[in-house]
């Protein structure tokens, strides 16, 4: 028995039976020859490689495993690394490395591969020998899972071939992560929420699960009370078609304190406190208001500027919460969005006709998978998740997210219609994941919001006074002629009439599709953008 064999047996055992991979020659002595009962799934990019074991690790909710090739590999995905931490995904990411009884005369392909994904990954190792590979990668499954994001295993090539000894796994076959509560450790919380005046919630990706859902639900009725979406959030932590959702705080101080500023009390669940984008100065929040964040992630409640911070799961706090504290009259929140008028004939579309169009026809338990930046307001606007994973983006703010994870969501959950919203910009970062949707038959819908230009930098060029723009416009590129050319279907929609036909066409049955399809609408830039 090889160590090949018993990593085989660990990739079994622990559920990681599915390889995403872009391999190289330092991988073909793992891959040749692939048990039957492994799936491998290629990837033309390591970004993409990445980034669908990313959407499958968020699906399934437990770790999945990609596969690299040396420096060039994990190079290229350092970025989709960065997206798998920050969007807290578990990914195990092992990296081939040349073989290990030549490494010292650094031969051709030798990688200095221990701090090229600088701090990303969540734990990093490379066994001290060959019979150790296979538990490192088992440990490598409980560090993604403990940590929230991408754990790396670095193998020497000539490992696989290695005799194992059968002795010893250096990792426990289950690690179990209790989640209750001691309501006495919650008197602080409890004291601070039934003593307010006007306390509101604030929630992000954290809470974004059945259990998170169900105690934020629970707790927002009996307080009585708004409740926020981060800004920038990889996920919606709360139901956005609730009466008590308020809508997505502001991305900068001011904004910040315009939102929360009626307010004596703020609970953080699920969400840092808080995550701005562009610097202004000034506080936080108003002088006098009280800050308790909840939260599971270690380094999300230690850097927030908070008067008490709960290290715990989210939804069983909420809960718990929501059991403890007495019931008091709500106040409400914002009312629903105004959808855009249609244009009228020869008026071109916008983004926000397209949105609109998907969001009536989307069924509740659709995930969208966002990558727009210039539209993102009008997305949240007009598509609120209604479900778990309703809602998906890239909170490391990259691009190249959006087709590669779709396509990982949707083979994750087959029974999930799966649609991924992103300009034509954001697209051409990840175009590379249209071959494997197409080869692998994933039947994900790709809304490529065309405006032949990065009008996110447009916008932000404009507000910053920056003068003529040195970027050129790309109007030459045809998105739908590229998806062709990887053998994914596309067709492109120049108006309304057009756009709302093919959606009726194609809405209704994304659920049991098993085609992927490209969708390039032709729009306008957006006039404005609001981080």
């Given at each position: ?27 073909v002595p793992l891959l040749t020859g692939l048990p039957e009962d492994l799936e491998f799934v290629l990837a033309l990019h390591e970004g993409s490689v990445v980034g669908m074991a990313t959407g499958w690790a968020l699906a399934r909710e437990r770790p999945a495993l990609a596969l690299l090739h040396t420096t060039a590999g994990l190079g290229n995905a350092v970025g989709a690394i960065a997206t798998a931490r920050v969007n807290r995904a578990p990914v195990v990411v092992v990296v081939g490395q040349q073989d290990r009884r030549h490494l010292a005369l650094e031969p051709f392909l030798a990688g200095r591969l221990h701090g090229l994904a600088g701090d990303y990954p969540v734990w990093v190792d490379q066994p001290a020998r060959a019979q150790d590979v296979p538990g490192a990668i088992a440990r490598a499954g409980h560090e993604a899972v403990t940590g929230r994001g991408p754990a790396l295993v670095i193998v020497p090539m000539d490992d696989w071939s290695a005799e194992w000894d059968g002795t010893v796994v250096a990792a426990p076959h289950v690690v179990a992560r ?354």
């Amino acid at each position: 028995m090889t160590v090949r064999d018993a990593t085989f047996d660990v990739l079994r055992r622990t559920g990681m039976t599915t390889i995403f991979s872009n391999p190289g020659s330092t991988e073909v002595p793992l891959l040749t020859g692939l048990p039957e009962d492994l799936e491998f799934v290629l990837a033309l990019h390591e970004g993409s490689v990445v980034g669908m074991a990313t959407g499958w690790a968020l699906a399934r909710e437990r770790p999945a495993l990609a596969l690299l090739h040396t420096t060039a590999g994990l190079g290229n995905a350092v970025g989709a690394i960065a997206t798998a931490r920050v969007n807290r995904a578990p990914v195990v990411v092992v990296v081939g490395q040349q073989d290990r009884r030549h490494l010292a005369l650094e031969p051709f392909l030798a990688g200095r591969l221990h701090g090229l994904a600088g701090d990303y990954p969540v734990w990093v190792d490379q066994p001290a020998r060959a019979q150790d590979v296979p538990g490192a990668i088992a440990r490598a499954g409980h560090e993604a899972v403990t940590g929230r994001g991408p754990a790396l295993v670095i193998v020497p090539m000539d490992d696989w071939s290695a005799e194992w000894d059968g002795t010893v796994v250096a990792a426990p076959h289950v690690v179990a992560r209790p989640v209750a509560v001691d309501d006495g450790d919650l008197a602080p919380l409890v004291a601070l929420l039934e003593g307010a005046a006007s306390p509101v919630i604030v929630t992000g990706s954290g809470a974004d699960s059945p259990r998170g859902w169900e105690g934020l639900v629970a707790l927002a009725e009996r307080l009585g009370c708004p409740v926020w979406q981060e800004s920038f959030g990889a996920r919606a932590g709360f139901p956005q078609d609730h009466p008590l959702f308020a809508g997505i705080l502001p991305a900068g101080r001011a904004g910040l304190r315009g939102a929360l500023g009626r307010h004596d009390a703020v609970l953080a669940v699920g969400a840092p406190v808080f995550r701005q984008y562009p610097y202004e100065p000034g506080p936080l929040v108003e002088p006098g208001t009280r800050v308790a964040i909840v939260s599971d992630d270690p380094a999300e409640v230690h850097r927030s500027p908070a008067e008490l911070a709960f290290l715990a799961d989210p939804g069983t706090v909420a809960g718990r919460l929501a059991a403890l504290l007495p019931g008091r009259a709500g106040e409400g929140a914002t009312g629903r969005p105004v959808p855009p008028p249609a244009p009228g004939p020869g008026e071109p579309l916008r983004a926000a006709h397209v949105m609109h169009e998907l969001a009536v026809r989307l069924p509740p338990d659709a995930v969208v998978v966002e990558e727009t930046p210039s539209s993102r307001p009008d997305l949240h606007r007009l598509m609120p998740a209604r479900r778990p994973l309703g809602f998906l983006s890239a909170a490391m703010g990259g691009l190249g997210f959006a087709l590669p994870a779709a396509v990982g969501v949707r083979m994750a959950a087959p029974y999930r219609p799966v649609v991924a919203v992103t300009g034509d910009g954001s697209a051409i970062y990840g175009i590379q994941a249209l071959w494997s949707a197409a080869h692998y038959r994933v039947g994900a819908l790709f809304v490529v919001l065309a405006n032949g230009r990065y009008a996110v930098m447009d916008r932000l060029a404009e507000k910053n006074g920056a003068g003529k723009v040195p970027w050129p416009a790309f109007t030459e590129v045809s998105l739908s002629a590229m998806a062709r050319s990887f053998g994914c279907p596309a067709t492109r929609v120049d108006s309304h009439h057009e756009l709302v036909g093919i959606l009726d066409d194609i809405v209704p049955e994304l659920g049991s599709r098993t085609e992927p399809l490209l969708l390039a609408a032709t729009v306008i830039p957006d006039l404005e953008f609001h981080p």
